[in-house]
């Protein structure tokens, strides 16, 4: 079995920050990539950041040069620091994680509950 916790998310006025933390634990034999999505009512869930191992990170257009993401493969742990928070960045993200839970087993999409992030005005 599999568990991605997330923590992090919370209210938060218009141009403040909040970091939210990941972490990956379980069965895991390797992990590819570690990011977040969100979904705000309504509307689809999108990427918002992720990064391959050993490759750059990759970012949603609505949040580029205002989100980073970052990953401590020791810990099996995605992070992601939001600044300039807008009131359209509410929605609740999730942590993603495209792993394998041993060498000779399929990799698979792992997917955390949720954390609400709500920005006021």
């Known amino acids: 079995q599999v568990q991605l916790v997330e923590s992090g998310g919370g209210l938060v006025q218009a141009g403040g920050s909040l970091r939210l933390s990941c972490a990956a634990s379980g069965s895991i034999f390797s992990i590819e990539t570690m990011g977040w999505y969100r979904q705000a009512p309504g509307k689809q869930r999108e990427l918002v950041a992720s990064?391959?191992?050993?490759?750059?990170?990759i970012y949603g257009d609505s949040v580029k040069g205002r989100f980073t993401i970052s990953r401590d493969n020791a810990k099996n742990t995605v992070y992601l620091q939001m600044n300039s928070l807008k009131p359209e960045d509410t929605a609740l993200y999730y942590c993603n994680a495209y792993l394998r839970c041993a060498f000779y087993s399929d990799w698979g999409d792992y997917w955390g509950q949720g954390t609400q992030v709500t920005v006021s005005s």
């Open positions: 990064v391959p191992s050993g490759s750059s990170a």
